[in-house]
């Protein structure tokens, strides 16, 4: 079965000042690094207003779509700013993820990845933050447990940044294990190991600045994957942030780009005991061009040789 790639021309619309470190760019360099793989490529739809209602409550769009502006770049948090197409962008990454679920529990595709932008993991209920407008990850684990009745959805997210936005929208949802690897200290400040969720099922796994791949590999060989494989997730949903790297200006861990491939095959090797191999990938951070998209592309390859 193959793998899909699902995107939307959209999500470039998504401007930020210049300068910034989430632009365009970013997209256009991970969709160049997977031009010549052999992948399933799907449209991202526009999600539903109702997807985006099992995370974030109404009021919440509705600040997002006044505060949209007709012309020009406002700034809605200390590092977040919407353009004239960033809330197209946002419904259409949001829709990714959506299509991405239906697509691997329909057996349309046996894994998914979601090239988008905006990303998704540090937007909270009712707050937008760290780049994020619509928590991604945290939307498709609700879809595939409300929409298609799953029991146990796991969610593992090994951005550099704490994805504080997945774990407030999943803290009280017991069907959902969260697993997050993060530097600390480093912004936004949450991600500590006594973070566990209302039913226990958020483990945070904090990694020292400057460790490297080796410190990474023995932590979730130690923590996180025993505790994928006892929960026996139905579907597991990576939060693929790329920023780890040790290129990567905004943070100090030190991976290669071998360390998310090798992340990658465990990931999948745990999906292939417990969920058929069913995994569900969203792009969120990375901002090094080059090691983005050369670690986007190791990612990517993984998930094809997994469901050869």
């Known amino acids: 079965m193959t793998v899909a790639l699902i995107t939307h021309a959209d999500c470039l619309r998504y401007e930020t000042p210049d300068g910034h470190p989430e632009r365009v760019a970013r997209l256009e360099h991970v969709l160049l690094a997977l031009q010549d793989l052999d992948l399933l490529r799907v449209t991202a739809p526009l ?7 099992r995370i974030h409550p109404a009021s919440y769009l509705a600040d997002l779509r006044r505060a949209l502006p007709l012309q020009g770049i406002v700034q809605i948090d200390g590092d977040t700013f919407l353009s004239p197409g960033s809330l197209d962008a946002a419904f ?18 046996h894994a998914a990845f979601a090239a988008i932008r905006p990303p998704g993991h540090h937007a909270e209920t009712d707050v937008a ?23 146990r959805v796991a969610v593992v997210d090994f951005d550099v940044h704490h994805g504080n936005g997945t ?7 017991p069907r959902a294990l969260v697993i997050t690897s993060q530097q600390m200290p480093l912004w936004p400040g949450s991600g500590r190991a006594d973070e566990t969720g209302a039913h226990d099922t958020i483990l945070n796994i904090p990694l020292t600045p400057d460790s490297d791949g080796a410190a ?14 006892t929960f ?25 780009t071998e360390d998310f491939a090798w992340l990658t095959r465990e990931i999948c090797a745990v999906a292939a005991e417990c969920c058929g191999g069913r995994v ?20 990517v390859e993984e ?6």
């Open 167 to 173: 774990q407030d929208l999943l803290w009280d949802e």
């Open 129 to 151: 933050m760290g780049f994020c407008l619509f928590g991604n990850a945290a939307l498709a684990a609700k879809h595939a447990l409300d929409h298609h009745g799953l029991s």
């Open 280 to 299: 569900v990938s969203t792009l969120e951070g990375g901002y090094d061009l080059k090691a983005l998209a050369a670690s986007a592309r190791a990612h």
């Open 47 to 53: 999600a539903a207003e109702d997807d985006v209602l």
């Open 232 to 256: 026996k997730p139905e579907l597991i949903v990576i939060s693929a942030g790329f920023d780890a790297h040790r290129d990567d200006p905004l943070a100090q861990l030190m991976w290669e």
């Open 92 to 109: 259409r990454a949001a829709g990714a993820a959506v299509r991405a679920v239906d697509m691997v529990l329909g057996e349309e595709a």
């Open 303 to 308: 998930l094809i040789k997994a469901a050869t």
């Open 216 to 229: 990474m590999r023995a932590a979730y060989t130690r923590l996180a994957l025993p505790r994928l494989r």
